[in-house]
């Protein structure tokens, strides 16, 4: 197995513009969580999603952010506009089932600038 | 006070060291997980246990509910060890849950 995918590894873009990002989770899982990862404020969960719905959405920091989960394979974070501060490592995991207590998988991460 | 408190914060060890690292909650949580971050980036879950012990290979956790602490031991510890520890707890809050991190611990082992 790939394990989970995301898109773009790098990301450097200036204040303003629409950032997307994008990820892949392990075939046949059915959670998928977002998270961002700051020097200030370390590992943060932002959304995850059972079975394609969102959850839980309490850690999004603000109505600049959103995320889609379309289908099982494949989910997008969006920041518009961004701005300097949403400067992060932003990661993907998923895991087997539907609950914040079981093992999950991380992807390699999306390092976003915005100048 | 923050509701997941690791230590220590760094931590230098030579390499075939014992290492100890702790994790202490405040919340009534249904899981805990031990993460590990290399130099690189990438995140790995190393364990999630709810009660007891496990053990894989040469790391061991333990978790102890009634005082609301974990530790993670390094036994043997090799210079590829080096990384970031994180330990998270999860926790219901009425209908939802929470996924809280620590804000991990350093480990540097060197030869």
């Known amino acids: 197995d790939a394990g989970v995918i995301q898109s773009p590894r790098h990301e450097v873009t200036e204040m303003g513009q629409e950032v997307t990002l994008r990820c892949k989770p392990i075939s046949g899982h059915n959670s998928l969580f977002w998270y961002r990862q700051t020097m200030m404020r370390g590992l943060e969960l932002l959304i995850y999603?059972?079975?394609?719905?969102?959850?839980?959405d309490s850690g999004m920091p603000e109505d600049r952010f959103s995320a889609k989960m379309p289908n099982a394979s494949f989910s997008t974070l969006k920041i518009q506009p961004s701005e300097p501060r949403d400067s992060a490592v932003y990661f993907c995991?998923?895991?087997?089932?539907?609950?914040?207590?079981?093992?999950?998988?991380f992807g390699p991460g999306t390092r976003l600038t915005v100048l | 006070k923050n509701e997941v408190e690791q230590s220590p914060q760094n931590l230098t060890a030579q390499e075939g060291e014992f290492i100890t690292i702790n994790c202490s909650y405040s919340?009534?949580?249904?899981?805990l997980h031990w993460l590990q971050q290399h130099p690189g980036g990438g995140i790995v879950s190393l364990f999630m246990l709810s009660s007891g012990k496990k053990k894989h290979g040469r790391l061991i956790a333990t978790i102890n509910i009634q005082e609301k602490h974990s530790s993670l031991h390094i036994t043997a510890s090799h210079p590829r060890d080096s990384a970031v520890y994180i330990c998270a707890v999860s926790s219901n809050t009425g209908t939802a849950s929470k996924l809280t991190f620590g804000t991990g611990t350093r480990l540097q082992v060197t030869l």
């Open positions: 919340v009534g949580i249904s899981a």
């Open positions: 999603f059972n079975n394609n719905v969102p959850i839980d």
């Open positions: 995991a998923s895991s087997g089932a539907g609950s914040l207590a079981d093992t999950q998988y």
